[in-house]
């Protein structure tokens, strides 16, 4: 009791300041899914069908814990971000992937694209993207990756 005392004293008793410092990262709000905040949300929902649905999905990512694949299902993830990426700047929203440390989104020209609230990456309009080498990493040992005849990385979902 004593040991717990000290602790909630001492969490109490640090200055709390808001001023950050400087830094060479950056930082992003995540919101659940369900939150009104994410394209998702659908306010004529109750708590219960909130809960089961969450449920659901839970129960349905569990029959794929054996797969080294990132899946872009629209609905099928329980945290997301607000980002924009390249430029000219584009707002999308991802997937918060703890799996790995890449980000996934689908870019023009896309074949078989799933439905999705923002508009599609289009490579063409960004003066910032560029292709990945076939000697990035996670394209040697990703099982869905390879190598284009063009020299750069590739992959299949």
Same mark, same amino acid.
């Given at each position: 009791?004593?040991?717990?005392?000290?602790?909630?004293?001492?969490?109490?008793?640090?200055?709390?300041?808001?001023?950050?410092?400087?830094?060479?990262?950056?930082?992003?709000?995540?919101?659940?899914?369900?939150?009104?905040?994410?394209?998702?949300?659908?306010?004529?929902?109750?708590?219960?069908?909130?809960?089961?649905?969450?449920?659901?999905?839970?129960?349905?990512?569990?029959?794929?814990?054996?797969? !080294? @694949?990132?899946? %872009? &299902?629209?609905?099928? *993830?329980?945290? /997301?971000?607000?980002?924009?990426?390249?430029?000219?700047? !584009? @707002?999308?929203? %991802? &997937?918060?992937?703890? *799996?790995?440390? /890449?980000?996934?989104?689908?870019?023009?020209?896309?074949?078989?694209?799933?439905?999705?609230?923002?508009?599609?990456?289009?490579?063409?309009?960004?003066?910032?993207?560029?292709?990945?080498?076939?000697?990035?990493?996670?394209?040697?040992?990703?099982?869905?990756?390879?190598?284009?005849?063009?020299?750069?990385?590739?992959?299949?979902?």
């Amino acid at each position: 009791m004593e040991l717990v005392f000290f602790v909630l004293l001492t969490l109490l008793s640090t200055p709390c300041n808001s001023k950050s410092k400087p830094s060479n990262g950056f930082s992003v709000d995540i919101f659940h899914r369900d939150s009104p905040l994410s394209p998702f949300y659908d306010p004529s929902l109750n708590h219960t069908e909130i809960v089961l649905r969450a449920a659901m999905r839970s129960i349905s990512r569990s029959y794929n814990l054996d797969k !080294v @694949e990132t899946k %872009l &299902i629209t609905n099928n *993830g329980e945290y /997301l971000m607000k980002m924009f990426i390249v430029t000219p700047l !584009v @707002e999308s929203f %991802l &997937i918060v992937d703890t *799996g790995s440390d /890449l980000i996934w989104i689908q870019c023009q020209p896309c074949v078989n694209c799933f439905l999705q609230f923002t508009p599609i990456f289009d490579t063409m309009k960004s003066s910032t993207y560029e292709k990945l080498p076939c000697s990035f990493h996670p394209c040697r040992v990703l099982p869905s990756a390879y190598c284009a005849v063009s020299g750069d990385c590739r992959y299949l979902l």
